[in-house]
């Protein structure tokens, strides 16, 4: 097996992958999207609100705001020693008190650990007009997209990594391939037509379809994937691929133990 980053920002990642099977990549898909645990407000105690937005639609739109915190710090409850009474090690006080006019934005978050805050400065909450006053303490711990969309860590997308494969062309259809392709993987270079960016490629076969005689061959590689993730938590994307593999790997060794028992 054999990994490539193709391109790294803070919030997203594209690696390829070579060398595993589709249930492989399907399987590490699911465990970024559903089982990488992430935190989010779970609850809050509303003292004060006077804005035009109920309370229970602000509270979803606390739930949404992404949070970070520090993976060694915390347990997710079901995991957590005092067995999910809620403790230091599996939740945060975040609180906020605010009067208007103003918006209320989510650096205006006041947390109880400040490894635990918002991942986007000035997400907008809820405007507070004239002397509108806003006031609660709120309640976050880690969970899993499996278990609510608030603690999704990722919105991830792989596809078969294309294999071109480029034949004579003549000369006055170079330009008709180079603009068929709607997602700029050939140019035109020197009279032949070049592959720049085959990652690109979606597999449309707009090209394949145009070429009477196979000038264009497209074939998706079968044990290689480019992978797409977007960080929608307070994790990095690469953190969401790493902790996503150890849950594989852990899951793999329970099957392992689970199957010694079988007689
Ligand atoms: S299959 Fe579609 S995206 Fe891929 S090279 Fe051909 S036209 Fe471009
Ligand atoms: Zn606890």
Redesign the pocket.
């Known amino acids: 097996m054999e990994i490539e980053v193709l391109e790294k920002t803070n919030s997203k990642i594209k690696f390829l992958v070579s060398g595993v099977k589709t249930s492989f990549a399907g399987s590490l898909r699911r465990i970024m999207i559903s089982e990488v645990p992430t935190m989010a407000i779970e609850w809050v105690d509303f003292k004060k609100n006077g804005s035009a937005m109920p309370d229970e639609i602000l509270a979803n739109r606390l739930g949404q705001v992404p949070l970070t915190y520090d993976r060694k710090a915390y347990n997710l409850p079901s995991e957590c020693k005092c067995g999910g009474k809620g403790c230091s090690r599996c939740q945060v006080k975040i609180s906020l008190k605010k009067k208007g006019p103003r918006m209320v934005h989510s650096d205006n978050l006041k947390s109880g650990d400040k490894s635990v805050k918002t991942a986007i400065e000035k997400i907008a909450i809820v405007e507070l007009f004239g002397d509108q006053e806003l006031q609660f303490v709120a309640t976050a711990q880690l969970g899993l997209g499996r278990e609510h969309a608030k603690w999704k860590a990722a919105v991830v997308g792989y596809k078969n990594m294309?294999k071109?494969k480029t034949n004579e062309i003549d000369k006055k259809y170079l330009e008709k391939f180079v603009d068929?392709?709607?997602?700029g993987?050939?140019k035109s270079n020197n009279g032949r037509l070049v592959v720049k960016d085959p990652v690109?490629?979606?597999?449309?076969?707009?090209?394949?379809e145009a070429s009477k005689k196979d000038e264009?061959q497209?074939t998706p590689m079968e044990d290689t994937f480019v992978f797409n993730v977007e960080s929608i938590s307070g994790l990095k994307p690469e953190e969401i691929v790493f902790i996503a593999a150890k849950i594989l790997g852990s899951k793999m060794e329970e099957f392992k133990k689970a199957l010694k028992k079988v007689k």
Do not use: A, K
Request: charged share 5%.
């Open positions: 294309p071109i068929i392709c709607p997602r993987v050939f690109n490629c979606n597999l449309c076969m707009q090209c394949t264009i497209i």
